[in-house]
């Protein structure tokens, strides 16, 4: 039945492996072997019955384009991904609002510091940005 499994893998080798991916694969493979033992049954060989189960088969196309969907349209910037580079920009952005801040605020009125007030307000953006990042990592 490696022939089978060799067969099924060869025919979903451009998609990416996951989960949904392996459940798929596991099952048509279960449901190729049920079909080659019942034509063994009738009096088939092996190897008529495997080619016979293969050909009823037909084309996966329409199996790959359910798993296709399931995917991100760039499977290399993942949730995880997407997150953590909005937490670095967030990051990046709001210290150099508050650089300008700090700046602006020693340049023209030295006396009074006032850049603390809108550091506050700024800081709840990476904040927003962690949690969403650390609540992606959990998943």
């Known amino acids: 039945m490696k022939d089978i499994r060799a067969h099924v893998e060869h025919l979903f080798r451009d998609i990416p492996n996951s989960e949904e991916k392996e459940a798929m694969l596991h099952d048509l493979c279960w449901n190729l072997e049920e079909k080659v033992r019942d034509l063994m049954e009738t009096g088939k060989s092996e190897e008529d019955a495997i080619n016979k189960a293969i050909v009823e088969f037909g084309d996966a196309e329409e199996l790959k384009a359910e798993l296709r969907e399931s995917y991100p349209t760039n499977p290399s910037l993942t949730k995880k991904k997407k997150a953590k580079l909005n937490l670095h920009f967030s990051l990046w952005g709001s210290s150099l609002v508050i650089l300008l801040f700090l700046f602006i605020n020693f340049y023209y ?10 550091t506050f307000a700024i800081l709840w953006w990476p904040l927003a940005m962690t949690f969403v990042y650390k609540r992606t990592e959990d998943k």
């Open 109 to 118: 009125t030295p006396d009074t510091i006032w850049f603390i007030y809108p």
